[in-house]
């Protein structure tokens, strides 16, 4: 968030995890988490940090009216460079997915990451829960005019025909046809750029109580 830039709270959050060596992931879109790359490092030599860098899209056109106000493509891939360089374990969160929007780009988002130092992938679709789906109806007039019926009806399609779906283990993926294409879509992408799609697993191993005398709960 802008206001992180001044008050430092993810850094003092970060200060505390390091001194602990307490495991810990960030999912962010911008590149002011390369700020940390110190503390960063002190848990990543213990396999106890893994940043996830946000990328939706390549298209800078696309991303001002997707996510305004946040970094560019070409900012949080360089991002997932200073990282990666910096020994950092950082994979790519392509999401959302929204069909007929961005879901052409699955291919070129994984590679472009992957060529970054990106190595492990994952990605969620696009739902609509309460108030979303105002928000989002008066965002495609907006901007996708011609598609104000065709995206709606293909979320729909991902959620047996409907906008939301809360379902564990499906709610992030999807059913149905249109969610194994971009399953198999997503598949094969990171097939073809050698980048993971299992979460890396953090390390408690190395945890330590803090140093500060604190008092007892109990």
Sequence with gaps: QPIERKLKLTRRCLEVLAECRNPVGIVTKDSLVTRDIDLLQELAAHNAAVVFVSLTTLDNDLRAVLEPRTAPPKSRLRTIRRLA?????VGVMTA????????HEILQLITAAADAGARHASYVVLRLPHANKDLFDRWLDEHFPDRKQKVPNQIKSLREGKLNSAEFGARMKGTGRLAKQIESMFGIACRKAGIGREGLKLSTAAFRRSRDKQLELF
């Design 85 to 89: 360089d910096a020994g950092i374990p």
């Design 96 to 103: 959302s997915i929204i069909p007929a929007i961005n879901d």
